[in-house]
Antibody, heavy 117, light 110 residues
Framework: EVQLVESGGGLVQPGGSLRLSCAAS????????MTWVRQAPGKGLEWVAN????????YSVDSVKGRFTISRDNARNSLYLQMNSLRVEDTAVYYC??????????WGQGTLVTVSS | QSALTQPPSASGSPGQSVTISCTGT?????????VSWYQQHPGKAPKLMIY???KRPSGVPDRFSASKSGNTASLTVSGLQAEDEADYYC??????????FGTGTEVTVL
């Protein structure tokens, strides 16, 4: 059974940093692109970033470029999102998802990031 | 990237059909056959319902169907059931290996 479990969310002040993790199991992690998607409270889904199987290609939405970095450790079956210079508008539930070809077929339960003073 | 445009809400009685539109541009919906649809119940993670415009993953009922014409994709839920009440989001591959989601549609079963 495919499982994705996010962790690392919490309350952080504006300008602060946070590192999210996503532990994957039930599939060959190193064979798939992976993605982070976020959802602000009461709002819609927003694609944040994705990363190729070997980490050689990374893409992200303009609003997080230069502040967020997606990475992975295939030996640990783990996906990460390093978030720096956090803003109030980054407050959201962050989901990791398997990027199977051109869709997101498995999702974690999400981890809440709250940016507030 | 601008979000794809969906109607905020749609509704239908049990057994009826409801269709949700998803409008983008030639750089996303119109340019690729890579539109997907997600169902999200309150407090839950999204669930993939349709991929590659009209393909259903294993386990998704055939009451869910989808298509695309030009820059607009559509999801139809036939034979509405109470458990279909949820938010639905479209998504599309975008030039430059990015993705964009739709604004979301709340489906109510009357």
């Amino acid at each position: 059974e495919v499982q994705l479990v996010e962790s690392g969310g919490g309350l952080v002040q504006p300008g602060g940093s946070l590192r999210l993790s996503c532990a994957a199991s039930g599939f060959t992690f190193s064979s798939d692109w992976m993605t982070w998607v976020r959802q602000a409270p009461g709002k819609g889904l927003e694609w944040v970033a994705n990363i190729k199987q070997d980490g050689s290609e990374i893409y992200s939405v303009d609003s997080v470029k230069g502040r967020f970095t997606i990475s992975r450790d295939n030996a640990r079956n783990s996906l990460y999102l390093q978030m720096n210079s956090l803003r109030v508008e980054d407050t959201a539930v962050y989901y990791c998802a398997r990027n199977a070809l051109t869709a997101f077929d498995y999702w974690g339960q999400g981890t809440l990031v709250t940016v507030s003073s | 990237q601008s979000a794809l445009t969906q109607p905020p809400s749609a509704s239908g009685s049990p057994g009826q059909s409801v269709t949700i539109s998803c409008t983008g541009t030639s750089s996303d919906v119109g340019g690729y056959s890579y539109v997907s649809w997600y169902q999200q119940h309150p407090g839950k993670a999204p669930k993939l319902m349709i991929y590659d415009v009209s393909k259903r993953p294993s386990g998704v009922p055939d009451r869910f169907s989808a298509s695309k014409s030009g820059n607009t994709a559509s999801l139809t839920v036939s034979g509405l059931q109470a458990e279909d009440e949820a938010d639905y989001y479209c998504a599309s591959y975008v030039d430059g290996n990015n993705y964009v989601f739709g604004t979301g549609t709340e489906v109510t079963v009357l």
